[in-house]
């Protein structure tokens, strides 16, 4: 029974789309995040949500929305989809907001792919 | 500006040869280093969680350790079922929820 789990794990679309990426955790954590990982591997945190309220939000373009519907789930849309928004993305949920014990449980990632 | 270095990128061990991958970190206030596997295709996965200068903790053939300036992982007799990048991140500053990661160290243990 996969703890958080991301869908689609692959995306592959052209510049100039919209796309959506949903994730969705099952360990009863009030506090979910969205991480983007380069081609450095570098993971960037993107976003954090603490029980669907928006608490992290970087410096990211305005063409990604993140939305919480209840705090088992954190979605990502991306408008207008550039070359450079090619990566993997991760989604990741902690049982504790606000403590230093905040240990990340990551979902296996989604590979977007823009042409 | 806050900033997670890790050493070497990458390293190839045979297996049983020991090791150390090397986290260095410039940042205000740690409050956690964390350190994290990533296999390939696969979300990072928990390892250890250290808090304080002098701090180390264990787990099979993994070690951490953690210094006011870096982090190691020592890795004793490896088996190439511990291939895999290993990443570390660190909590600093006033917000809990922010983590900031290193590039990882691409490990490879040959039999």
């Known amino acids: 029974d996969t703890a958080v789990s991301q869908t689609p794990k692959y995306l592959v679309t052209q510049m100039g789309n919209d796309k959506s990426i949903k994730c969705e955790q099952n360990?009863?954590?009030?506090?979910m995040y969205w991480y983007k990982q380069d081609s450095k591997k570098f993971l960037k945190i993107m976003f954090s949500?603490?029980?669907?309220?928006?608490?992290i939000n970087e410096t990211v373009p305005n063409r990604f929305s993140p939305k919480s519907p209840d705090k088992a789930h954190l979605n990502l849309h991306i408008n207008s989809l550039e070359l450079g928004d090619s990566a993997v993305y991760f989604c990741?949920?902690?049982?504790?907001?606000?403590?230093?014990?905040?240990?990340?449980?990551f979902g296996a990632g989604t590979r977007l792919s823009v042409l | 500006e806050d900033q997670v270095t890790q050493s070497p990128e990458a390293l190839r061990l045979q297996e049983g040869e020991s090791s150390s991958l090397n986290c260095s970190y410039t940042?205000?206030?740690?409050?956690?280093l964390f350190w994290y596997r990533q296999d390939p295709g696969k979300g990072p996965e928990f390892l250890f969680t250290?808090?304080?200068a002098g701090e180390e903790k264990e787990k099979e053939r993994l070690k951490a350790t953690l210094t006011k300036k870096e982090s190691f992982l020592h890795i004793t007799a490896p088996k190439p079922e511990d291939s895999a990048t290993y990443l570390c991140?660190?909590?600093?500053?006033?917000?809990?929820?922010?983590?900031?990661f290193g590039s990882g160290t691409k490990l490879n243990v040959k039999p």
């Open positions: 940042v205000s206030g740690l409050r956690g």
């Open positions: 990741a949920s902690s049982p504790l907001a606000g403590l230093a014990k905040n240990i990340q449980y």
């Open positions: 250290l808090y304080s």
């Open positions: 991140a660190v909590q600093a500053g006033r917000d809990f929820n922010k983590f900031y």
């Open positions: 949500y603490n029980n669907k309220e928006l608490i």
């Open positions: 360990l009863g954590h009030d506090t």
